[in-house]
């Protein structure tokens, strides 16, 4: 089945500078690929996602880029911001009909 | 904003007994989904139910999972004889038609004593 990787597990940086969160997947059959955030006690709430038919999509601060080749995705946030906060997920899919692999989480820390 | 609602936000059950789990998808979404998350782990999927019937489901949701929508708005997951490991956040998840992305609700905590 699929297996989804995510790096880093946590990542702490200044208000202002730019965050990165990788993603790899092992099934090369997956075609889908959204980005969730999960704040303390609520759900996970998606912020982006892509589609194999597209190497990047951007979404103001965020942005996620496809490497369909290499099997890795990654998301950009730019100018981040204390509310951006959170954990991160990414997940991989067949389509989006189908069961979400998700990764294990990226707790991502923006400082003032 | 349509949200996906699910109740109660936190149930505590005895090993051993019945339990159901409550969801309310986004009105007008056509496939629903189980997944859960134990602490510390990653979101985990359970089941996806499509037309009355479960369309695909983990090695997770063993004969002791079901899932019902018993009626136009509710969609339920009943775990028949709990276990410790059980003790996890179960979220509801729904979407609108194929090619639309999932909306998770914020979670039900189960714990198991």
């Known amino acids: 089945g699929e297996n989804v990787e995510q790096h880093p597990s946590t990542l702490s940086v200044q208000e202002g500078d730019s965050a990165v969160i990788k993603c790899t997947y092992s099934?090369?059959?997956?075609?889908?690929f959204p980005w969730y955030k999960q704040e303390l006690g609520k759900g996970p709430q998606l912020i982006i996602d892509i589609r194999s038919n597209v190497g990047e999509k951007k979404d103001q601060r965020i942005a996620v880029t496809l490497n369909k080749t290499a099997k890795h995705f990654s998301l950009h946030i730019t100018e981040t911001q204390p509310e951006d906060s959170a954990v991160y997920f990414c997940a991989a899919s067949k389509d989006s009909g189908y069961a979400l692999n998700f990764g294990k989480g990226t707790s991502l820390l923006v400082t003032p | 904003e349509p949200e996906v609602t699910q109740t109660p936000s936190h149930q505590v059950t005895q090993m051993g007994q019945e339990v159901i789990l409550r969801c309310v998808p986004i009105s007008n979404h056509l496939y629903f989904y189980w997944y859960r998350q134990i602490l510390g782990q990653k979101v985990e999927f359970l089941v996806s139910?499509?037309?009355?019937?479960?369309?695909?489901k983990s090695e997770i949701f063993d004969d002791q999972f079901s899932v019902e929508r018993p009626d136009g708005s509710n969609f339920t997951l009943k775990i028949r004889s709990t276990k410790l490991e059980d003790s996890a956040m179960y979220f509801c998840?729904?979407?609108?038609?194929?090619?639309?992305?999932?909306?998770f609700g914020d979670g039900t905590r189960l714990s198991i004593l």
């Open positions: 139910f499509y037309n009355n019937e479960i369309s695909e």
């Open positions: 998840a729904s979407k609108v038609i194929n090619n639309q992305p999932q909306h």
């Open positions: 099934d090369s059959a997956s075609n889908y």
